[in-house]
């Protein structure tokens, strides 16, 4: 009966066109490490320039929508960052693409602030903290998506009440006061034991566990 499912799943994908993850590097996720305190000069988040957006998808289409940084900080030394910590206010969490449709948007917002994703009233924040950052250099054959990466970033990931530590590339530039870091990857949300709907037997109603997560952070001092 599985397989028939899985059968019968991959033939609707190909009828409706099933929506997969943006094409992005995928983020390496093992368990998490030790942090190490930053040390060096202090650059602190430029909340309302900085952005994180996510993408979701589902075999009928897919959403998107931002993230809004509460605080934190970055160390650097001379031009290699030693350490530091990103807070997102998951109570910020907003779907953009619905926007048109004010009942829908909220329906939306309001399911993945829930308890069935990220549980927002019990988990008001997620924590990202740094805990290696070093130049970039792509495996043999590795193509990364990410043109011009300079950097391979490696942190802790809080969701929830699971932490797990993810590494993925990233374009970082320093001026003289301040620090710019890009990046666009894919996660599996399910490693952070958010698996709601995540079953590919269930075919229109399935939510894939893979997430985009785009961000552009700017911190200065």
């Not at 130049?135 to 942190?155: S, W």
């Not at 530039?173 to 599996?188: E, L, Q, W, Y």
């Not at 229109?204 to 911190?219: G, H, P, R, T, Y």
């Given at each position: 009966?599985?397989?028939?499912?899985?059968?019968?799943?991959?033939?609707?994908?190909?009828?409706?066109?099933?929506?997969?993850?943006?094409?992005?590097?995928?983020?390496?996720?093992?368990?998490?490490?030790?942090?190490?305190?930053?040390?060096?000069?202090?650059?602190?988040?430029?909340?309302?320039?900085?952005?994180?957006?996510?993408?979701?998808?589902?075999?009928?289409?897919?959403?998107?929508?931002?993230?809004?940084?509460?605080?934190?900080?970055?160390?650097?030394?001379?031009?290699?960052?030693?350490?530091?910590?990103?807070?997102?206010?998951?109570?910020?969490?907003?779907?953009?693409?619905?926007?048109?449709?004010?009942?829908?948007?909220?329906?939306?917002?309001?399911?993945?602030?829930?308890?069935?994703?990220f549980d927002v009233k019990k988990y008001p924040r997620a924590t990202f903290e740094?805990?290696?950052?070093?130049?970039?250099?792509?495996?043999?054959?590795?193509?990364?998506?990410?043109?011009?990466?300079?950097?391979?970033?490696?942190?802790?990931?809080?969701?929830?009440d699971a932490t797990k530590n993810i590494s993925f590339p990233a374009i970082i530039?320093?001026?003289?006061?301040?620090?710019?870091?890009?990046?666009?990857?894919?996660?599996?949300r399910t490693q952070w034991g958010i698996s709601y709907r995540a079953d590919k037997?269930?075919?229109?109603?399935?939510?894939?566990?893979?997430?985009?997560?785009?961000?552009?952070?700017?911190?200065?001092?």
């Open positions: 009966m599985r397989k028939l499912l899985s059968v019968i799943f991959v033939a609707t994908c190909y009828t409706i066109a099933c929506e997969q993850a943006p094409k992005a590097d995928k983020a390496t996720i093992t368990e998490a490490q030790t942090v190490q305190p930053g040390t060096g000069n202090a650059y602190l988040p430029d909340t309302a320039a900085s952005r994180v957006e996510w993408v979701g998808t589902k075999p009928t289409g897919k959403h998107h929508g931002i993230l809004k940084l509460a605080g934190g900080a970055l160390y650097a030394q001379d031009s290699t960052i030693t350490g530091g910590q990103f807070i997102i206010n998951m109570n910020s969490l907003q779907d953009v693409d619905l926007a048109p449709d004010t009942a829908m948007q909220h329906k939306l917002e309001n399911e993945l602030k829930g308890q069935m994703f740094i805990t290696r950052v070093t130049p970039f250099q792509p495996a043999v054959g590795d193509l990364p998506t990410l043109k011009n990466a300079t950097h391979t970033i490696n942190g802790n990931l809080t969701l929830k530039s320093f001026s003289k006061h301040r620090i710019r870091a890009v990046a666009n990857f894919n996660i599996d037997s269930l075919q229109d109603k399935l939510i894939n566990s893979q997430v985009n997560i785009s961000f552009d952070i700017s911190a200065t001092r």
